[in-house]
């Protein structure tokens, strides 16, 4: 059965990091792309950021760019989101999916596979 396991969420105070990473079963993620996506209470999902199959391209939101970095590593079969300097904004429950394509794309309707989610909190 096709699985997502997504780990390293978890309480850290402003400023800090965190490595999220979203683990692969029953599918090789080089032939997808892969997002990571997050929900704040009371907010609709957005994407955070994107890695082409190909691992060639890689897209970031605004709010993250220069502090989140994502990668892949095709040999655990895992997309790793190394987010810094944290911000209290950045609290939310983080998904990763597959996409429907091997280009990125930050629209939630072009993932058809997701993660059971990891809460990140960001608090003092």
């Known amino acids: 059965q096709l699985q997502f396991v997504e780990s390293g969420g978890g309480l850290v105070q402003p400023g800090k990091s965190l490595r999220l990473s979203c683990a692969a079963s029953?599918?090789?993620?080089?032939?997808?792309?892969i997002g990571w996506f997050r929900q704040a209470p009371g907010k609709e999902r957005e994407g955070v950021s994107c890695?082409?199959?190909?691992?060639?391209?890689?897209n970031y939101a605004d709010s993250v760019k220069g502090r989140f970095t994502i990668s892949r590593d095709n040999a655990k079969n895992t997309v790793y989101l190394q987010m810094n300097s944290l911000k209290p904004e950045d609290t939310a429950v983080y998904y990763c999916?597959?996409?429907?394509?091997?280009?990125?794309?930050?629209?939630?309707?072009?993932?058809?596979?997701w993660g059971q989610g990891t809460q990140v909190t960001v608090s003092s």
């Open positions: 890695i082409s199959g190909s691992g060639g391209n890689t």
């Open positions: 999916a597959r996409g429907i394509f091997v280009s990125c794309s930050g629209s939630p309707q072009n993932y058809n596979y």
């Open positions: 029953e599918f090789t993620l080089d032939s997808y792309s």
